[in-house]
Structures are given as C-alpha cells and as structure tokens.
C-alpha cells in the first residue's frame, strides 16, 4: 500500500505540497474540535428573564425539575350551542411552566372527553385559563380535571396536578337572551 507521501517522493516537490497542504487543514480541524464553549454560570436563566411571546416563544434548555401544579378551582358551564366552557384557576407550587401541558377533562359515567395543550408562554406560575369541549347531546353533569406535562408531546405526558371534580352548570336559556347580554 502507498501513502501521500511515498506518492509524493515519486511524483515530485507538487503533490508533496498538496499532501503538505492536506496535512495541515487536517491538523488546523482536528486542533479546533477539543475547544468547548462555557456552560452558562449556574442561575442565569433564572437571574435574566426570558420575554416571550405566542408568536416566537423562548427556546432554551428544558427543565429536568418536574413541575407540581395545584387546580385550585374551576367553574364548567355548558351553554346553548352544547359546548361546557371551563374556567381553571391553578399554581405552580413547585417548578415552573418552562415543559408542554395537557389538561385533560372526563365525564364521569360518559364516553365525553376532551383535552387541552398549552404551551409554556400561555402559562404563569398562577393563573386561569379557559377552554371549552363539544359534548353535543350527550348529557354531562359532572366533571374530572387533570393536569400533566412533558417535555415533547412525543414523549408523553406525566401527571402532575391533582384531580379536580365538581358539576357541570346548565346555563339559563332565559340568562343568555336577556336584554344588555
């Protein structure tokens, strides 16, 4: 077997320096390699907040801390067009909205479900949101909410709320057509 080398001895002071050459931008690559960026001082994600919008949210490093979210309370109305809108209060008590998010409704003694993703810049560490779910005809009177996180939705999602039960209002037919609604 020939190398670059014994191939330049034969063929003349031109291919030994194109192996020269070779040689060095192979050294220059190598030698650039071992240089490693400074990891971020311990704090400073937390130091410097992050603005973050709907539009563009804030990519950085995902949290291994799992978060704890208490549901403090909820209110579910179901109105004239058979969709239950809800109303959750809920708290981070422990870590903060930085992963994906599910909540995630049952009806108890009815095949209706539904869920609810949010993203980590639709949350604060306290906070209320909404979401409604198409029941149809079915009847509904009661409600479960959980909440759960992950951090890709590929990934799946770990619960980590408790679950909050109450009852599905009916709203008022005559409420919703009375005159200043």
Excluded at 9 to 24: F, H, N
Excluded at 36 to 41: A, C, G, N, Y
Excluded at 147 to 160: K, L, M, W
């Amino acid at each position: 077997m020939r190398f670059p080398w014994h191939f330049a001895k034969e063929s003349g002071d031109r291919v030994r320096a194109i192996s020269s050459t070779r040689s060095l931008v192979l050294f220059t690559l190598l030698a650039g390699c071992s240089q490693q960026p400074e990891p971020p001082s311990v704090g400073a994600e937390s130091a410097t907040p992050t603005s973050q919008r709907p539009d563009s949210p804030a990519v950085g490093p995902i949290s291994a801390e799992v978060g704890v979210v208490e549901l403090t309370s909820a209110t579910a109305k179901l109105d004239k067009d058979q969709i239950v809108r809800f109303q959750v209060d809920y708290r981070f008590t422990s870590g903060a909205p930085v992963k994906t998010y599910l909540c995630t409704v049952n009806f108890p003694n009815s095949d209706q479900a539904g869920v609810k993703p949010l993203e980590r810049f639709e949350l604060g560490p306290e906070g209320t949101f909404t979401m409604g779910i198409e029941v149809g005809d079915n009847v509904v009177d009661a409600y479960e909410l959980r909440f759960s996180e992950a951090d890709s939705p590929d990934r799946g999602y770990t619960v980590i709320s408790n679950t909050l039960t109450g009852q599905v209002i009916t709203a008022d037919v005559s409420e919703d057509s009375a005159p200043g609604k």
